[in-house]
């Protein structure tokens, strides 16, 4: 047997060939130039410029830079002029289409309102996220209002809690403490004893590394390296579904649990690690979940997934960075910085430069830049990427890379809407033994970090959402629909002035008008020579009063041969 090949097969030519090709190139270049003879190539004459000894130089270089700029100033003036031509056809092209398009479908101010009334929400707007989340408190018995462990009060929102608590109909709020992960074990109790004063409050961490089942596992060589100090593992769900459970057999039916908190606090991966499976997407991204998403834990509960709550524009810039549905890829740098600038002013100092390993510095845009470059993050010429680090930071803050606490308030003071009966109403059909067994249970079992190594964080209060947008009435629809017809007929009022198509359209048709007249007059004179001369005296009347009508007061006392003596 021969040995198979293990080279592959060489690409050297034969001399002959490659004298061949070499050949064929110089004849083909030969050819070239002659033909580019013949043409006869004209190269483009180099200005000379003026010599240095001829008189007045400088003055004709002032005249040749005018005349370029006048020239600019032309070119720049022709094109305005452009532009504004193509923007009136595209108006009068747009206004004509809407006018077929209404009397095709035969709409009138009605159908107009009823169209913006009946107008689908995009998913991204502010109106689609609440309309959804109420939908989510509205269908469901109990409401889980999920708060970062870090910053619990920073993720109550009171509006929230009011709509829960005064919507009647028995239904009941708890609060779920998640990422207890990232806060020192004393700060967890001490929030814990706090909180359940006002509402029953379950401790929780939910899994990080949820695989999705109903996708196949792809084999890899490597392996993807994972945090050894942040498990995969669960905590807090034998304690949320017992407490489920027990308040579903007190009703005698199957219950519906909302979901429900500002971005980013861990409300989908709460329902995934109840469930076991990644049933809902899950994202470092604010805003993954935007609509309404049902999960069924088991025949008795199933769970209800809801958009995040809007932080209201009135809210602390601090709030607002750490709150707030920002789209990174969008926002403006300055909104960006003034969110980090409020983060950093809220935190010690020291720990910041112990955790980000930096020198110290002046203010934010210094912070940042000395964070780009240990981090390698530099454009062309070794600037720092500013923008880039920003968004990274954000995005730390929010998800769970960096370990922050803040110290619950000293004196409980109740807000208004939770008085003592709505209390002992909300903490109804609750087991409140078994619940505080069960969160020292997960506490005990729980990896914290040292108050060393994590940063205080002074807390800015309750964040302000908005739940409900208010929707116009009819009579204000039909209102704007109004003047908005109004405005349209105005636009086309002064469009049509403006056009002067339209005034020469207009010209010829009172000059065809005074013809026909004339016409008329000169036909009756032929056709009716028997007339008596009354008769003819009163048409001749007629016609003068209404030509004079026609002129103006500077042709009154001219001559006009054409119909004075015909």
């Given at each position: 047997?021969?040995?198979?090949?293990?080279?592959?097969?060489?690409?050297?030519?034969?001399?002959?060939?490659?004298?061949?090709?070499?050949?064929?190139?110089?004849?083909?270049?030969?050819?070239?130039?002659?033909?580019?003879?013949?043409?006869?190539?004209?190269?483009?004459?180099?200005?000379?410029?003026?010599?240095?000894?001829?008189?007045?130089?400088?003055?004709?270089?002032?005249?040749?830079?005018?005349?370029?700029?006048?020239?600019?100033?032309?070119?720049?003036?022709q094109?305005?002029?452009?532009q504004?031509?193509?923007?009136?056809?595209?108006?009068?092209?747009?206004?004509?289409?809407?006018?077929i398009?209404?009397?095709?479908?035969?709409?009138?101010?009605?159908?107009?309102?009823?169209?913006?009334?009946?107008?689908?929400?995009?998913?991204?707007?502010k109106?689609?996220?609440?309309?959804?989340?109420?939908?989510v408190?509205?269908?469901?018995?109990?409401?889980?209002?999920?708060?970062?462990?870090?910053?619990?009060?920073?993720?109550?929102?009171?509006?929230?809690?009011?709509?829960?608590?005064?919507?009647?109909?028995?239904?009941?709020?708890?609060?779920?403490?998640?990422?207890?992960?990232?806060?020192?074990?004393?700060?967890?109790?001490?929030?814990?004893?706090?909180?359940?004063?006002?509402?029953?409050?379950?401790?929780?961490?939910?899994?990080?590394?949820?695989r999705?089942?109903?996708?196949?596992?792809?084999?890899?060589?490597?392996?993807?390296?994972?945090?050894a100090?942040?498990?995969?593992?669960?905590?807090?769900?034998?304690?949320?579904?017992?407490?489920?459970?027990?308040?579903?057999?007190t009703?005698?039916?199957?219950?519906?649990?909302?979901?429900?908190?500002?971005?980013?606090?861990?409300?989908?991966?709460?329902?995934?690690?109840?469930?076991?499976?990644?049933?809902?997407?899950?994202?470092?991204?604010?805003?993954?979940?935007?609509?309404?998403?049902?999960?069924?834990?088991?025949?008795?509960?199933?769970?209800?997934?809801?958009?995040?709550?809007?932080?209201?524009?009135s809210?602390?810039?601090?709030?607002?960075?750490?709150?707030?549905?920002?789209?990174?890829?969008?926002?403006?740098?300055?909104?960006?910085?003034?969110?980090?600038?409020?983060?950093?002013?809220?935190?010690?100092?020291?720990?910041?430069?112990?955790?980000?390993?930096?020198?110290?510095?002046?203010?934010?845009?210094?912070?940042?830049?000395?964070?780009?470059?240990?981090?390698?993050?530099?454009?062309?010429?070794?600037?720092?990427?500013?923008?880039?680090?920003?968004?990274?930071?954000?995005?730390?803050?929010?998800?769970?890379?960096?370990?922050?606490?803040?110290?619950?308030?000293?004196?409980?003071?109740?807000?208004?809407?939770?008085?003592?009966?709505?209390i002992?109403?909300?903490?109804?059909?609750?087991?409140?033994?078994?619940?505080?067994?069960?969160?020292?249970?997960?506490?005990?079992?729980?990896?914290?970090?040292?108050?060393?190594?994590?940063?205080?964080?002074?807390?800015?209060?309750?964040?302000?959402?908005?739940?409900v947008?208010?929707?116009a009435?009819?009579?204000?629809?039909?209102?704007?629909?109004?003047?908005?017809?109004?405005?349209?007929?105005?636009?086309?009022?002064?469009?049509?002035?403006?056009?002067?198509?339209?005034?020469?359209?207009?010209?010829?048709?009172?000059?065809?008008?005074?013809?026909?007249?004339?016409?008329?007059?000169?036909?009756?004179?032929q056709?009716?020579?028997?007339?008596?001369?009354?008769?003819?005296?009163?048409?001749?009347?007629?016609?003068?009063?209404?030509?004079?009508?026609?002129?103006?007061?500077?042709?009154?006392?001219?001559?006009?041969?054409?119909?004075?003596?015909?």
């Amino acid at each position: 047997m021969k040995r198979p090949k293990l080279r592959k097969a060489s690409k050297r030519l034969t001399c002959h060939k490659r004298y061949k090709i070499q050949k064929k190139i110089r004849e083909h270049h030969r050819k070239v130039r002659k033909e580019a003879k013949k043409r006869g190539r004209k190269k483009p004459k180099k200005d000379p410029g003026v010599p240095s000894a001829a008189p007045f130089k400088e003055q004709l270089l002032r005249e040749a830079e005018q005349r370029k700029q006048r020239l600019e100033e032309l070119k720049q003036k022709q094109k305005l002029n452009r532009q504004k031509e193509h923007e009136k056809k595209r108006k009068l092209e747009a206004i004509k289409n809407a006018k077929i398009e209404e009397k095709a479908e035969g709409k009138g101010s009605s159908g107009k309102s009823k169209a913006k009334a009946n107008k689908r929400l995009d998913k991204n707007s502010k109106e689609s996220f609440c309309s959804e989340l109420k939908k989510v408190i509205e269908a469901s018995d109990v409401v889980l209002e999920v708060l970062d462990a870090r910053d619990p009060m920073g993720c109550r929102c009171p509006q929230l809690e009011e709509a829960v608590t005064c919507s009647g109909g028995g239904k009941k709020l708890v609060l779920v403490l998640n990422k207890i992960d990232l806060v020192p074990k004393e700060n967890l109790e001490k929030w814990l004893n706090y909180l359940k004063k006002e509402l029953p409050t379950v401790a929780f961490k939910s899994a990080t590394l949820m695989r999705d089942k109903t996708l196949q596992e792809q084999p890899t060589r490597r392996r993807a390296r994972v945090d050894a100090s942040r498990t995969s593992e669960c905590l807090g769900t034998k304690c949320l579904l017992k407490l489920l459970q027990e308040y579903g057999k007190t009703q005698n039916k199957a219950i519906q649990v909302g979901v429900v908190g500002f971005p980013n606090v861990g409300k989908s991966s709460i329902i995934n690690s109840l469930k076991g499976v990644r049933a809902c997407n899950v994202g470092l991204t604010r805003g993954v979940t935007k609509s309404m998403q049902i999960v069924h834990i088991d025949k008795q509960t199933k769970m209800l997934d809801s958009p995040s709550i809007i932080a209201d524009p009135s809210n602390s810039a601090l709030a607002l960075a750490l709150r707030s549905i920002i789209n990174t890829e969008e926002s403006d740098l300055a909104d960006l910085l003034e969110g980090i600038c409020a983060i950093l002013s809220h935190c010690n100092k020291q720990q910041v430069i112990m955790r980000y390993s930096i020198p110290d510095f002046e203010n934010t845009e210094e912070f940042l830049a000395l964070l780009a470059r240990k981090r390698g993050m530099l454009k062309k010429g070794g600037v720092p990427d500013i923008e880039n680090i920003t968004k990274v930071l954000l995005c730390d803050w929010t998800g769970a890379k960096i370990s922050y606490y803040s110290q619950p308030p000293e004196s409980q003071t109740l807000p208004p809407y939770l008085t003592e009966d709505k209390i002992a109403e909300m903490q109804e059909c609750f087991n409140f033994k078994n619940l505080e067994e069960e969160n020292n249970n997960t506490v005990q079992a729980l990896k914290c970090p040292s108050p060393a190594n994590s940063i205080i964080f002074q807390s800015a209060g309750m964040a302000n959402g908005t739940i409900v947008i208010e929707e116009a009435s009819e009579w204000e629809n039909l209102e704007t629909s109004k003047e908005e017809e109004e405005q349209e007929e105005e636009e086309d009022f002064t469009e049509s002035d403006d056009d002067p198509n339209n005034l020469e359209e207009e010209m010829d048709v009172e000059e065809k008008s005074r013809v026909q007249i004339t016409r008329k007059t000169g036909l009756e004179k032929q056709t009716s020579p028997t007339n008596s001369g009354k008769e003819i005296a009163e048409s001749e009347h007629s016609n003068s009063v209404l030509l004079n009508l026609d002129k103006t007061a500077d042709e009154d006392d001219a001559y006009d041969f054409n119909t004075d003596y015909v």
